[in-house]
T-cell receptor, first 114, second 118 residues
Framework: KQEVTQIPAALSVPEGENLVLNCSFT??????LQWFRQDPGKGLTSLLL?????REQTSGRLNASLDKSSGRSTLYIAASQPGDSATYLC?????????????FGSGTRLLVRP | DTEVTQTPKHLVMGMTNKKSLKCEQH?????MYWYKQKAKKPPELMFV???????INESVPSRFSPECPNSSLLNLHLHALQPEDSALYLC?????????????????FGEGSRLTVL
C-alpha cells in the first residue's frame, strides 16, 4: 500500500532564505508526482508535476526533483517571500485496481517571516 | 483556462436537508473527482468519474450521491448528513483517469465548498 510522508510538518524561516521541503513515498511504482500549494480555507493550486520518467521540473523560484529509486521528492524554494506562506502538499499518483489514485502527504506548513 | 469552478463556496445545512454541490470545468478533461478535506488533514478521495461514468467509489456512505450530467459538470448530492460530514469538499479534473490507458496529466482543483452540518 502506497504511503506518502512529508517532513517537516511545519517550518518557519526568515524572508530571503532558500528552503527544501521533503516528500517520501513507499512504493516506487508511481505514475507521476505533483506538488500543490494550499492557502488556509482555499483549494489546491498545482505548482509542479513530475512524470515518473523525469528527474526534475522548474517554475520560477520553484524546483522539484524526483528520485523514484529512493522514493523521494524535494521541493526547493529559492529566495523565500512572505507570500510563499502556505501549506505545501505532495501527492503521488499510484496504480489502484484498474485505475490510478492520487495519494497525498500530510503537508508542510510554511511560514516565511518578513 | 485552467479553472475548476465550485458552487456554493459555503453551505450550512441541517441533518434532514437535501442540498447539492456543483463543479464545472471547460478544459475538455474527461476525468473528474470529488475529495473531502478535514481541517489540517490532506484531501481524501471520494469518487472518480471517467468519461462520465463512475469508476471509483471509495466506500463513501450513500448519503453522498455523485452525478455527472455531462463531461463538464459534476454534482454531489447530499442528504441526511451528519455533523461529522462537515468539511471542505474539493472538486478536481484531469485529462484522463488512466483507467483506459489514457494519460492522467495534472490534476486541477477548485476552491472548494465549505460544508457545515448542524
Amino acid at each position: 500500500k502506497q504511503e506518502v510522508t512529508q517532513i517537516p510538518a511545519a517550518l518557519s524561516v526568515p524572508e530571503g532564505e532558500n528552503l527544501v521541503l521533503n516528500c517520501s513515498f513507499t512504493d516506487s511504482a508511481i505514475y507521476n508526482l505533483q506538488w500543490f500549494r494550499q492557502d488556509p480555507g482555499k483549494g489546491l493550486t498545482s505548482l509542479l508535476l513530475i512524470q515518473s520518467s523525469q528527474r526534475e521540473q522548474t517554475s520560477g523560484r520553484l524546483n522539484a526533483s524526483l528520485d523514484k529509486s529512493s522514493g523521494r521528492s524535494t521541493l526547493y524554494i529559492a529566495a523565500s517571500q512572505p507570500g510563499d506562506s502556505a501549506t505545501y502538499l505532495c501527492a503521488a499518483l499510484a496504480p489502484m485496481d484498474s485505475s490510478y489514485k492520487l495519494i497525498f502527504g500530510s503537508g508542510t506548513r510554511l511560514l516565511v517571516r518578513p | 483556462d485552467t479553472e475548476v469552478t465550485q458552487t456554493p463556496k459555503h453551505l450550512v445545512m441541517g441533518m434532514t436537508n437535501k442540498k447539492s454541490l456543483k463543479c464545472e470545468q471547460h478544459m475538455g478533461h474527461r476525468a473528474m473527482y470529488w475529495y473531502k478535506q478535514k481541517a489540517k488533514k490532506p484531501p481524501e478521495l471520494m469518487f472518480v468519474y471517467s468519461y462520465e461514468k463512475l469508476s471509483i467509489n471509495e466506500s463513501v456512505p450513500s448519503r453522498f450521491s455523485p452525478e455527472c450530467p455531462n463531461s463538464s459538470l459534476l454534482n454531489l448530492h447530499l442528504h441526511a448528513l451528519q455533523p461529522e460530514d462537515s468539511a471542505l469538499y474539493l472538486c478536481a479534473s484531469s485529462q484522463d483517469s488512466g483507467g483506459a490507458g489514457g494519460p492522467v496529466g495534472e490534476l486541477f482543483f477548485g476552491e472548494g465548498s465549505r460544508l457545515t452540518v448542524l
